[in-house]
């Protein structure tokens, strides 16, 4: 029995005064700060509140990336499944994430090192690998162009990223490359650097494959 001057309190239930903000003011700030780098107490003084007080609505750091996550996924407008052909459908899908990546800053970086990061888009998922078996992919092959196509926009965007990206001295990645690039390097610094790089033409080169051969995983 517990005694009277010390009352139960209740598992699972957070203590004190309800918030005086919500769970998308959270997310809000998270974002605006960036998904790969935000911290709770720079969120907290964001929204202008203690750092506990965010811990009201997020047991964890983990669980409000999980939230932005969320939130990212259900503001895109992903690919028709009813594309003309199976190369529209993946140029779609090369377009939205490139998109969603532009839109969200460090989201690309999330995307690879985040464990379930990829699980608010199951959905969405299944729909394309099902429009994709209609063109005559398997699962197996459908899933393969997919996450090939996937990678390939997310790691280009984390490299563009850190070109545009400005450091402590107030350069971009792409100021401080061509300051120090020499005439005879085989990789000489392009304004295209800081926009797409070569994601145009390694979209052609991987549809290309897929017209050719289409691998089982």
């Known amino acids: 029995m517990s005694s009277p001057h010390h ?3 209740r598992v699972g239930r957070k203590t004190g005064p309800k918030p005086s903000f919500s769970v998308e003011d959270v997310v809000d ?18 929204i202008g509140v203690s750092t506990s007080a965010v811990y009201r609505v997020f047991d964890s750091r983990d669980d409000l990336v999980d939230a932005c996550l969320a939130r990212g996924a259900a503001s895109v407008e992903w ?21 969603v990546c532009e839109r969200y800053q460090g989201l690309d ?5 985040f464990p379930g990061a990829f699980r608010h888009i199951q959905g969405i998922a299944r729909t394309l690998v ?20 996937g990678d ?3 790691s280009t965007h984390i490299s563009i990223s850190t070109m545009r990206g400005t450091g402590e001295d107030g350069r971009t990645g792409f100021e401080k490359l061509v300051e120090v690039a020499q005439k005879d390097d085989a990789f000489k610094p392009q304004e295209s650097w ?6 145009d033409s390694k979209l052609d080169f991987i549809i290309a494959g897929l017209e050719g051969r289409r691998p089982e995983v």
């Open 130 to 149: 099902d429009a994709l078996h209609e063109f005559g992919f398997t699962e197996s092959q459908a899933l393969f162009a997919l996450d090939f196509i």
């Open 29 to 46: 700030a998270a974002l605006e700060i960036g998904i790969a780098r935000f911290t709770l107490a720079e969120v907290a003084k964001q």
């Open 7 to 9: 009352p139960v309190r």
């Open 79 to 99: 690919p028709d499944a009813a594309a003309g052909s199976w190369q529209e459908l993946l140029r779609q899908w090369a377009e939205t994430t490139w998109m």
């Open 152 to 154: 390939t926009v997310i």
């Open 109 to 113: 970086q999330v995307l690879f090192t």
């Open 194 to 199: 800081i926009g797409r790089g070569f994601l």
